[in-house]
């Protein structure tokens, strides 16, 4: 059964880290890109990150991009999310996405709050 499972959210004050992980079973994940998506209260869900396959391309929102990094680590079939500076804003449940079949996780909360 091919299934995603995010982990690593949290309450983390303005400035402060977090790195969110995406663990994948049931299909191998450099055979896969990957994307993160959030969706904060009352908005839209958003694409955040995203990693290809084989040169492992990355693609960065602007309101992430210098904070954020995405990575995968095909040993332990898991794609990161490194966030670095978070800010209020960010305040969202956080998501993994494998396009092919449209597969998603159940989600993360990441709570940015002083």
């Known amino acids: 059964q091919l299934q995603l499972v995010e982990s690593g959210g949290g309450l983390v004050q303005p400035g402060g880290s977090l790195r969110l992980s995406c663990a994948a079973s049931?299909?191998?994940?450099?055979?896969?890109?990957i994307g993160w998506f959030r969706q904060a209260p009352g908005k839209e869900r958003e694409g955040v990150s995203c990693?290809?396959?084989?040169?492992?391309?990355?693609y960065y929102a602007d309101s992430v991009k210098g904070r954020f990094t995405i990575s995968r680590d095909n040993a332990k079939n898991t794609v990161y999310l490194q966030m670095n500076n978070l800010k209020p804003d960010d305040t969202a449940v956080y998501y993994c996405?494998?396009?092919?079949?449209?597969?998603w996780g159940q989600g993360t909360q990441v709570t940015v709050s002083s």
């Open positions: 996405r494998r396009p092919q079949g449209n597969y």
């Open positions: 049931g299909f191998t994940l450099d055979d896969s890109p």
């Open positions: 990693i290809s396959t084989g040169d492992d391309n990355t």
